[in-house]
Structures are given as C-alpha cells and as structure tokens.
C-alpha cells in the first residue's frame, strides 16, 4: 500500500459525458501527479501539481482539466468524453516534486468510456 | 527527455539472479536514472534511482557506467512476484516520462 488512494476504482460512462477522478496524496506530500495508461499509449503524464499550484503539463487534452485542493487532494476532470479515452489513470504523489526523489503511485481508476 | 533503449523482453527462472540492461546513449549531466517497475494490475512502483555511483537498496542493485550510457538494475534473487514491467527512466524534471519497458517473466 503506497499510501495514495484514489477514487472511484471503476468507472463508466457514455461518450459525451464527464467525470471526476479524485486522488488523496500520502500524508504530508506536496506534489501531485497524474498519469494516463492506455492500451496504444502506454503510461503517459499529464498533469502535475505542486502545493496548490500547477508545476507541470505532459499531454493533457484541453477536455481535460485538474485541480489541487488546499487539503492537497486533487481532482481530474474529463470532459466530453471519447471513446479514447478509456484507460487507467493514476495519481502519484511525492513529498517536494525533486528530480531525485520517489513517486509513489495510487491504484488507478479505470475508466470505461462506452 | 532523454530516451532509453530497454529489450522487450526477458526471462529468468526463479531464485537466479536478473540483468536488466538500459542505454541512455544521450543522457546528460543532470539526468537522474530511475527505475520503476509494474506488477500486473497495480500502479508502478519504485525500485531505485542513482546519478553517477552504483546505487544498492532492499530490492535491488543500480549499476552504472562509467560513461553513463547505460546502466543495469540487478535483481539478486529472483521471485515470482518480480514478474513486472520494468522502466528505466532519466530525469531532469519533476515528472517521469515511461518508455515500452522490460516485461520480465519469472518461471518456478
């Protein structure tokens, strides 16, 4: 058990639709990251965040939004959803976002898009 | 980001020791090199980071070369829960940039 969790486990919608994924950082981590695993993709980044700001941006779609919250939980939003965008998607969190430290990742949410 | 160069794949029978090699043929000054590694239906896991010295911890041993353009993450004694993909990684920012991987095979 890493310590992050992540909310809902499964997932799915219709296309068109949108959903919140939610992800609670380990006690007392700073930065959180998210990622997206699809089947064609691989593992890819999307989105980073750093005490409430955003630190760093991989290929996130503009349907695509995220959010740190004061309690440094975070939030991604997806948004007219397609097809494609079925995948794993995970939440990782460390405690300063340093290029020599661990990330420690979350289960995943997967999400089917139907 | 630098890219590395890892085999598809690899097997290794149980209790033997695994080397599972990575070229970084550009890898620059600062590039940390991580590996990670993810079991079937879980998130990825840490296994070990170093920069330029051999690095060793509970799972596993990092062995670099000198030059740096490549390295080999050593498992000692292989379990069948090592059965993972295993991803090398350089950094030189916050955020990891995963390749293919090595998806290793652990046969009893």
């Known amino acids: 058990d890493s310590g992050v969790t992540q909310t809902p486990k499964h997932l799915i919608t219709a296309t068109g639709q949108r959903v919140t994924l939610r992800c609670s950082p380990r006690s007392g981590d700073l930065s959180v990251y998210w990622y997206q695993q699809s089947l064609d993709q691989g593992l890819q980044f999307l989105i980073q965040y750093y005490n409430g700001e955003e630190r760093a941006k991989g290929n996130i779609l503009e349907r695509f939004s995220a959010q740190q919250f004061p309690d440094l939980h975070s939030e991604l939003n997806l948004s007219s959803l397609e097809l494609g965008d079925s995948a794993l998607y995970f939440c990782?969190?460390?405690?300063?976002?340093?290029?020599?430290?661990?990330?420690?990742f979350g289960p995943g949410t997967r999400l089917t898009v139907l | 980001d630098a890219k590395t160069t890892q085999p598809n794949s690899m097997e290794s029978n149980e209790e033997e020791p695994v080397h599972l090699p990575c070229n970084h043929s550009t890898i620059s000054g600062t590039d940390y090199i991580h590996w990670y590694r993810q079991l079937p239906s879980q998130g990825p896991e840490y296994v070990i980071h170093g920069l330029t010295s051999n690095v060793n911890n509970r799972m596993a041993s990092l062995a670099i070369a000198e030059d740096r353009k490549s390295s080999t993450l050593i498992l000692h004694r292989a379990t069948l829960r090592d059965a993972a993909v295993y991803y090398c990684i350089l950094r030189d920012t916050d955020k990891l940039i995963f390749g293919t991987g090595t998806r290793l095979q652990v046969f009893p």
């Open positions: 990782a969190s460390s405690p300063r976002g340093l290029v020599s430290g661990e990330q420690f």
